[in-house]
């Protein structure tokens, strides 16, 4: 089993807090990082497993072992009871681990029912750094993540994609609330990937769906909901230019993406237009996961004036910002950090980061050209 990046902040706050959830999108590995725990497992989707909670409940609840909730979200009269069970003794930590795939109706429960009693976590699909070895490494950025997905068994992809695609859209996102038939939602699935890593224009994607532009904001909003999709919001520097002010939008999976847009290889790929934008959501998020599983706190932005100077990324640690471009280059030159360093300078970045697929880092800790391996291991050292 794959070592996940998280499991040392898991352990630390399940040591903190009476419980803990981990939410993420289906089949990420939420369950298999719980097994690792070990516990009493229940999967709540499961009738039987909810009858079986029911009826042990006051001795589980009264024992020493960990209790995993899968899916919690499917059994909303649990809450109430973790809530009494932790406050009946409150010294008392380490006592649940709640799973969920649905992000805000899991943070809705959260805050009515164990606020101040629960830390909440997030655990992506598998990271760059989890990976053994070069090959798996290699699939990654094209294939995704997802455990099944084809990153660690190759003849997966990209139909293991498909199949997780036409789920959601056809059993659990209905499940979940979102009210667009399977095929509206799979059309604007098509057009999330078109539009991939572009600010959203909620007008113009509403035009092509027939809809009003409110509507599509909602359907979006299931979306990030469930893990799929980043709503990467601008960040607001108080310069003399002109900024854009729309949230850039982005599958968060890139074997996602590229199953919706028909690429099954590499090779194929690299001969998109849109390529760039791949790569550049690729390096965003391998950033992102790996900053959160070390348990830092911080704030994601991109940056962008009217005049086409841009960030790709900017994070907000400890009252500090880093700066990001990303360029898909083996080779990026001089002008590229020039105009890194330019537009880092406009919002007073403490360290300004090139990626690019080079061979050769180079740099320090505050102005670095580097590929995306060595960064991820630098972000686990800067933290």
């Given at each position: ?33 719980a097994?690792?725990l070990?516990?009493?497992?229940f ?14 409940w006051?001795n589980?609840?009264a024992?020493k072992?960990?209790i995993?909730l ?5 059994a ?5 009871r ?15 681990l709640?799973l ?13 029912s ?9 655990l ?5 750094p ?15 993540g ?23 859209t ?6 979940w ?9 799979e059309?604007f ?14 007008s113009k994607?509403?035009?092509g ?22 709503r ?7 310069i ?6 729309a ?18 290889s ?11 934008a791949?790569?550049e959501?690729y ?28 960030l790709?990324l ?10 990001f471009?990303v ?20 919002i ?5 980061v ?22 991820l291991g ?6």
């Amino acid at each position: 089993m794959l070592r996940r990046g998280i499991l040392d902040d898991v352990r630390r706050n399940l040591a903190d807090y009476p419980a803990v959830a981990i939410v993420g999108p289906r089949q990420c590995g939420k369950t298999t990082l719980a097994a690792s725990l070990g516990g009493s497992y229940f999967d709540l989707e499961n009738e039987a497993d909810r009858l079986r909670l029911d009826l042990e409940w006051t001795n589980l609840a009264a024992g020493k072992k960990l209790i995993v909730l899968d899916e919690a979200h499917a059994a909303s009269s649990v809450f109430p009871r973790i809530r009494g069970a932790i406050d009946q003794d409150r010294k008392r930590n380490g006592r649940f681990l709640i799973l969920g795939s649905v992000s805000p109706y899991l943070m809705t429960q959260v805050s009515e029912s164990l606020a101040g009693r629960i830390s909440i976590l997030e655990l992506t699909p598998l990271l760059l750094p989890e990976l053994k070895t070069q090959a798996q490494r290699n699939r990654h950025w094209l294939c995704g993540g997802y455990p099944d997905g084809g990153v660690l068994t190759p003849k997966s992809f990209p139909r293991w994609q498909k199949n997780y695609l036409a789920s959601l859209t056809q059993r659990d996102l209905p499940a979940w609330g979102l009210p667009a038939r399977p095929q509206v939602t799979e059309r604007f699935a098509y057009m999330l990937a078109a539009l991939h890593g572009q600010p959203w224009n909620a007008s113009k994607v509403a035009q092509g769906l027939g809809i009003n532009y409110q509507t599509v904001n909602s359907y979006l909003a299931y979306l990030d909901g469930a893990f799929l999709i980043r709503r990467l919001p601008p960040y607001q520097a108080n310069i003399h230019k002109r900024l854009v002010k729309a949230p850039k939008v982005q599958w968060r999976d890139t074997g996602l993406l590229h199953s919706i847009l028909g690429v099954a290889s590499r090779e194929s790929l690299l001969k998109q237009p849109w390529v760039g934008a791949s790569w550049e959501s690729y390096v965003i998020e391998q950033i992102l996961g790996t900053l959160a599983a070390t348990g830092r706190t911080f704030a994601a932005y991109y940056f962008r004036t009217s005049d086409q100077f841009e960030l790709d990324l900017v994070l907000e640690v400890e009252a500090k910002l880093w700066a990001f471009e990303v360029k898909l280059t083996t080779a990026p030159s001089t002008d590229d950090m020039a105009r890194l360093n330019k537009v880092a300078d406009m919002i007073d970045a403490s360290r300004r980061v090139l990626v690019s697929k080079t061979a050769s880092p180079a740099g320090d800790d505050n102005t670095l050209s580097t590929n995306l391996e060595s960064l991820l291991g630098q972000i686990i050292k800067w933290t």
